[in-house]
């Protein structure tokens, strides 16, 4: 239970369309592609379907569902 402190945060690739060729220090810099977040503690788990729980006699929601 630690994907919210884990997977959020910023993702880092290379700037491809930077410099003019493979030897250029530019197309190598480090650059953020994406800043990702995990908003919701329900993320954890997913939700069962109503006719699962409905076979199951006990057999109760994931939480946040």
Do not use: C, H
């Amino acid at each position: 239970m630690i994907a919210d402190k884990t997977e959020s945060g910023p993702v880092y690739g290379m700037n491809i369309a930077a410099g003019t060729s493979l030897q250029d220090p530019e197309f190598y810099k480090r650059t953020v592609i994406e800043t990702r977040i995990f908003p919701y503690p329900q993320y954890y788990m997913f939700p069962i379907f109503d006719a699962e729980i409905n076979k199951i006699e006990g057999l109760a929601q994931n939480p946040y569902w």
